[in-house]
């Protein structure tokens, strides 16, 4: 897994997240796991090469 960024949850802000799906509903999504509020949320990543930054978004997916 590279974690080398950091990912917290879309719910909690919690950090104690794994990975759940390398790819969800699109090739730019990965779908994490959180084990505090125990909900999948999806990571969005994708670059923005014009200003050579990254854009990052979660969102929430699923809650249980
Ligand atoms: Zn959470």
Redesign the pocket.
Known sequence: MDDKDKII??????D??SLYSPYGTAQLVRQFY??????V?EFIRWRNTNQDNHIEHSMRFIQH
């Open positions: 949850c879309s719910f909690c802000d919690s104690h997240v959180c084990h505090d509020c125990k909900s949320f």
